[in-house]
C-alpha cells in the first residue's frame, strides 16, 4: 500500500482461507492448554479491552503489580507457553529479515466492542528484529502514528489473512486499533477479530 511510513511492510491476503482455518485450529490447541485471561495496565490495573494469551518460549503480560514484561509462564496456570506453530515460524523467516527466531507470540481477542489505545511495542530487549503482526477473523481500523504520542497518524483497515511488519525506522511508532467492523468475516464463529504479534525478545547474543 501507498504512503506507509518506511521499514512498515504490508501483505495483504498474506494467508489464503484454508491457511487462516489452519492457524486458528492451532490457536484453539494453544489457547486450550494456555487459556485467555483479562489483563491489566500497570499501577490501576484496570482491565485492557482485549483478552491475552501468548505462545513462545516467552509470553509479554501484564497486570497491576508487575507492569509490561515477558516471562516464561502463564500468569495464571504457571505453566510454560505452548510452542509457537510451525507456520508462524515460516512466516517469521520469510518476512522478518532477522536471522534469529521469534521468542514470543502474543495473541490477542478483540470482541466488538474491544479496542487498543495507542501505544509502542518497547519492552523487548531486540529493536533490530521487527515486529510481525497477523490478522484473523473480522477486520480492523488500525491506526500508525510516529515515535512520539500525539503526532499525526494514519490508518489501515486489517482483514483476516494480512500480515504486517513494523521494523527499521518503524519498529518503534505508535499504534493501536480504533475498532473491529462486526460480522465482517466468517472465519471465527462467535465472530471478533484475533491478532498474532510475533517479537524477538533477546538480543541474539542471549
Ligand atoms: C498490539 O499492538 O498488541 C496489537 C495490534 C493489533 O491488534 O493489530
Ligand atoms: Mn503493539
Not at 485471561?37 to 485492557?48: I, N, Q, S
Request: proline share 9%; hydrophobic share 35%; net charge positive.
Amino acid at each position: 500500500m501507498a504512503g506507509l511510513p518506511e521499514g512498515i511492510c504490508y501483505f495483504p491476503d498474506y494467508f489464503d482461507r484454508k491457511a487462516q482455518e489452519q492457524l486458528v485450529d492451532d490457536i484453539r490447541n494453544i489457547v486450550r492448554e494456555a487459556p485467555f485471561y483479562v489483563p491489566e495496565m500497570p499501577r490501576t490495573g484496570k482491565p485492557m479491552q482485549v483478552r491475552m494469551s501468548n505462545c513462545g518460549a516467552l509470553g509479554w503480560v501484564t497486570d497491576k503489580q508487575g507492569g509490561y514484561r515477558y516471562q516464561p509462564c502463564h500468569p495464571k496456570t504457571g505453566n510454560p507457553w505452548p510452542p509457537i506453530p510451525a507456520v508462524l515460524l515460516r512466516l517469521w523467516d520469510a518476512v522478518a529479515g532477522f536471522d534469529a527466531p521469534p521468542e514470543a507470540c502474543l495473541i490477542n481477542y478483540y470482541s466488538d466492542k474491544a479496542r487498543m489505545g495507542l501505544h509502542q511495542d518497547r519492552d523487548e530487549n531486540e529493536f533490530s528484529a521487527p515486529v510481525v503482526s497477523v490478522s484473523l477473523g473480522d477486520d480492523c481500523l488500525f491506526r500508525i502514528g510516529g515515535t512520539s504520542r500525539g503526532g499525526p497518524t494514519q490508518s489501515v483497515r486489517l482483514r483476516s489473512g494480512d500480515v504486517i511488519t513494523f521494523g527499521g525506522p518503524s519498529r518503534l511508532l505508535f499504534h493501536g486499533v480504533d475498532r473491529i467492523y462486526p460480522s465482517t468475516s466468517t472465519l471465527l464463529k462467535d465472530g471478533g477479530r484475533i491478532n498474532l504479534t510475533l517479537r524477538r525478545v533477546t538480543t541474539k547474543s542471549g
